[in-house]
């Protein structure tokens, strides 16, 4: 299947990020923080649990939108999270795509274990990932590494966050269907759908997020782990402070421009701070490709994405 260039994505993303934008996003007053992270939640998140749920999702087949495979995923992620003391809400809408309208559903989830949230308000913190697999006719697409492998992550932070609720109520993990495009490549039409949804109803909460956090292709040790060149100075401060205290300076490398994905809605829509960590697909031959299956990635790999993401959420809390 074609694959886009390098170059030519980051010069894409590049005019989207740009377009109506006159400065870069602010911090913005919001939700407070309560609770912080210790150094014994961070040791014991497991890349082997990640793992299972992404063998888990891995066997409802590809995830494209409207995918009978989507709909169980969603299931999955609703009982398993429950388990954990999270409360979950589906944020359903339709999208218009070059193939028609269709219905797309975010996943939303809150550590509440006594009572529903407040989902007219925010936590600090968005962490997010995207759900759905890209749409081929020609050939099954599983997508363990894109997007299985930071979708695992999320739900393994879920479960060490909730061990002791140690800043669980600072987090709002968000699922994002369709980042996808439809067709070759995302667009300001096509792809990010989502996203786009997501950050266009942040106005309507009382209360902001201060923060957002999207992962992507995360669990391939063999390619970098890259910060977004349009990460908030900030955060990508803190994301290598994170990495050289775990040993993972060699891995995880700031990269100079910007990637399209999730974050640019938050950033653009939203004018959130972001912290964008994703893997090279450059160097991923597998990248869109029938080949992107469970074994390109490995539970070393999802576990130092998630350390470090807890890591980095730790500096942000303590």
């Known amino acids: 299947m074609i694959k886009?260039?390098?170059?030519?994505?980051?010069?894409?993303?590049?005019?989207?990020?740009?377009?109506?934008?006159?400065?870069?996003?602010?911090?913005?007053?919001?939700?407070s923080i309560t609770g912080t992270i210790s150094a014994e939640t961070i040791e014991n998140f497991s890349g082997k649990k990640a793992l299972?749920?992404?063998?888990?999702?891995?066997?409802?087949?590809p995830r494209p939108i409207g995918s009978e495979a989507y709909q169980l995923s969603l299931h999955y992620l609703e009982t398993k999270l429950a388990q954990l003391g999270w409360k979950t809400k589906r944020q359903s809408f339709t999208g218009i795509t070059p193939i028609g309208p269709q219905e797309f559903t975010n996943l939303l989830a809150r550590y509440s274990p006594g009572s529903e949230p407040d989902w007219n308000s925010s936590t600090p913190f968005l962490l997010c990932s995207h759900l759905d697999t890209k749409l081929y006719?020609?050939?099954?697409?599983?997508?363990?590494?894109d997007s299985g492998s930071?979708?695992?992550?999320?739900?393994?932070?879920?479960r060490v966050?909730?061990?002791?609720?140690e800043g669980a109520q600072n987090i709002e993990l968000v699922f994002f269907d369709g980042e996808e495009?439809?067709?070759?490549?995302?667009?300001?039409?096509?792809?990010?759908?989502?996203?786009?949804?997501?950050?266009?109803?942040l106005d309507k909460r009382r209360v902001k997020p201060q923060i957002g956090i999207v992962l992507d292709i995360v669990g391939d040790p063999k390619i970098p782990l890259l910060i977004g060149g349009d990460t908030h100075q900030k955060l990508k401060s803190h994301t290598q402070s994170a990495a050289s205290k775990l040993s993972l300076?060699?891995?995880?490398?700031?990269?100079?421009?910007?990637i399209i994905d999730?974050?640019?809605?938050?950033?653009?829509?939203?004018?959130?701070?972001?912290?964008?960590?994703?893997?090279?697909?450059?160097?991923?031959?597998?990248w869109h490709q029938k080949g992107d299956t469970l074994d390109k990635i490995t539970f070393g790999a999802l576990e130092n994405t998630g350390k470090l993401t807890l890591q980095v959420l730790h500096q942000l809390t303590k």
């Open 161 to 165: 966050l909730s061990e002791k609720n």
């Open 52 to 61: 299972t749920h992404i063998e888990a999702l891995t066997a409802f087949g």
């Open 262 to 286: 999730d974050h640019v809605p938050l950033m653009n829509r939203a004018n959130l701070p972001v912290l964008h960590l994703i893997g090279n697909f450059s160097e991923a031959t597998y």
């Open 4 to 31: 886009t260039t390098f170059a030519g994505v980051i010069a894409l993303v590049f005019l989207i990020a740009c377009s109506g934008e006159k400065e870069g996003p602010k911090p913005v007053s919001g939700a």
């Open 249 to 258: 300076q060699n891995w995880v490398k700031p990269h100079p421009m910007t």
């Open 181 to 201: 495009a439809i067709l070759k490549n995302i667009n300001r039409k096509d792809g990010l759908y989502g996203s786009r949804y997501y950050a266009s109803q």
């Open 150 to 158: 930071s979708t695992g992550v999320l739900v393994e932070i879920a």
């Open 137 to 145: 006719a020609e050939f099954e697409f599983l997508g363990v590494n």
